[in-house]
């Protein structure tokens, strides 16, 4: 799923036992839940270090510039406020904001180089937790802005919606690795940053002169967190992916849907999802190990091993007892999958707080009393007959009204929500799941956005995804201190 390069201590590689507490903490929290990554930047507050001298000691103009790591949120890890005011300055002593002001990665500076969802979705929880991230895109913009679904189906480059809801609370940039003026640029960002988050072909920034090994000499603290189909290493790195590829070669596929039919791809990219939360998590712990040993390391994430790795019981049960877990029944297979009913579909379970008696009385039919339904055995021999019993109990029923009986019932049971159902949920709604964007072309509109919410730090939104080069000004010439002149020679040669 992910592995990590470099970390050091002043001894040599950290030792065994020293990763004996992180895997007991991953058997418990599995990385691909968002509780590990909610729980590690909780840690990473908790057991930030305070600078190693008082922020006003120094004033901003005598800060050292060297681009060796300091503590997290330590005032001496910048460079001159003067060089690099707004997005990537240090703030200054009068008004150095104090600990959570921001959230718990409040302080953390962050380069987004990735075109896909996986990457984006990654830098943007980071985001969405106080680090302050610059998407940094070709002139021609990101891929991402060139995927459907666009907003009143119209083409346009601002209005991919997929692009608008994987970078909320980023500014943008445009900037060209192709032209070596580009690379120049990106190399002198790199000081002044703490994570790089990148999705390309896994050797292509080595090619550039861009890899891990050049990124560590100018940064040492620089945690660069790369999210590819495969990873980086293997006989299948070079290859590319889509989701159905991750999903197909990560097992679950082979699982899902029915004997007779092909395998089930189900809908979404939930494994670029499972890409960007695992290259979250990643990057938190990176950032917590650099708080104890000083340096930074290179994060490669598989997104095809993030989602086989949901799949550890499946594959264990084939070595241990020489089994595999085959799809439902190509009949007989009904109740425990969705099943229709007047208005929509639902799916009922055996197990919960109900008996298979209370389940029987629940859908008024006495014949799920007789002994051929008593217990899961005779149940499954008995499929076609269950299943016409139980789908002529529910079609004359709506599924809201099922839902508040089996809640009562204390059963296992779950409806299938539509969008606008999905969009007016009274739980998301009272847990203020959604937010309203306003964005400069597609106008306002409601998105989710709270993964979760830390009691000291909730989540907080503090702007929609940025529109093409938006913030070039306010890096190139506020920031690097580069002349509209110049800067205007930068967009003419296609740097930017």
């Given at each position: ?467 093409l080069g938006q913030h070039n000004r306010e890096i190139y ?6 002349t509209p002149q110049e800067l205007t020679v930068l967009r003419q040669t296609d740097a930017i």
């Amino acid at each position: 799923m992910l592995a990590i390069r470099g970390i050091r201590n002043s001894g040599g590689y950290l030792s065994e036992s020293g990763f004996s507490g992180l895997r007991n903490f991953q058997d418990i929290c599995h990385p691909g839940n968002p509780l590990i990554l909610k729980i590690l930047i909780q840690t990473i507050t908790k057991n930030r270090k305070p600078p190693p001298f008082p922020p006003q000691a120094f004033p901003p103009q005598a800060l050292p510039r060297s681009p060796a790591f300091a503590t997290i949120g330590g005032a001496a890890r910048w460079p001159p406020a003067s060089r690099l005011p707004g997005l990537l300055a240090l703030t200054d002593a009068a008004t150095f904001p104090p600990p959570l002001a921001h959230g718990p990665l409040d302080g953390v500076k962050v380069l987004d180089l990735s075109e896909d969802i996986a990457g984006s979705f990654c830098a943007r929880l980071l985001a969405d937790y106080g680090a302050e991230v610059l998407k940094l895109e070709p002139p021609a913009g990101a891929a991402l802005r060139r995927m459907p679904p666009f907003f009143g189906d119209d083409p346009h480059p601002e209005k991919s919606l997929f692009f608008l809801a994987m970078n909320l609370n980023k500014k943008g940039a445009t900037l060209n690795l192709d032209r070596e003026a580009g690379r120049a640029l990106f190399r002198e960002l790199l000081p002044y940053v703490d994570v790089v988050v990148e999705s390309y072909r896994p050797g292509y920034l080595a090619s550039l002169g861009l890899g891990y090994e050049t990124i560590e000499t100018i940064n040492p603290g620089l945690v660069l967190t790369s999210i590819t189909p495969f990873g980086q290493t293997g006989p299948y790195s070079q290859y590319s992916g889509e989701e159905i590829v991750s999903y197909a070669m990560g097992l679950i596929m082979s699982i899902s849907g029915r004997q007779d039919r092909e395998p089930l791809k189900h809908g979404g990219f939930q494994a670029q999802y499972e890409g960007g939360l695992n290259g979250a998590a990643a990057t938190a712990m990176a950032l917590f190990m650099r708080d104890s040993v000083g340096e930074g390391q290179h994060l490669d994430v598989s997104v095809t091993e993030c989602v086989a790795s949901t799949m550890m019981a499946t594959q264990t049960m084939y070595p241990f007892i020489g089994a595999t877990q085959p799809r439902r029944r190509a009949s007989g297979s009904n109740f425990g999958h969705p099943m229709p009913c007047e208005d929509g579909w639902i799916i009922v379970q055996t197990g919960g707080g109900a008996s298979w008696e209370t389940i029987a009385d629940f859908f008024g039919a006495p014949e799920l009393h007789e002994p051929r339904f008593a217990d899961t055995a005779e149940r499954n021999r008995n499929g076609e007959e269950l299943d016409r019993i139980v789908l002529d109990a529910i079609s004359r029923r709506g599924k809201w009204e099922l839902f508040t009986e089996a809640a009562r019932a204390r059963m296992l049971f779950g409806l299938a929500q539509t969008p606008p159902e999905l969009a007016q949920c009274p739980q998301l709604e009272s847990r203020d799941f959604y937010r309203i964007v306003e964005h400069p072309v597609i106008g306002r509109i409601k998105v989710p956005a709270v993964l979760f919410n830390l009691s000291l730090t909730p989540y907080q939104y503090t702007g929609p995804a940025p529109t093409l080069g938006q913030h070039n000004r306010e890096i190139y010439l506020d920031g690097l201190g580069y002349t509209p002149q110049e800067l205007t020679v930068l967009r003419q040669t296609d740097a930017i």
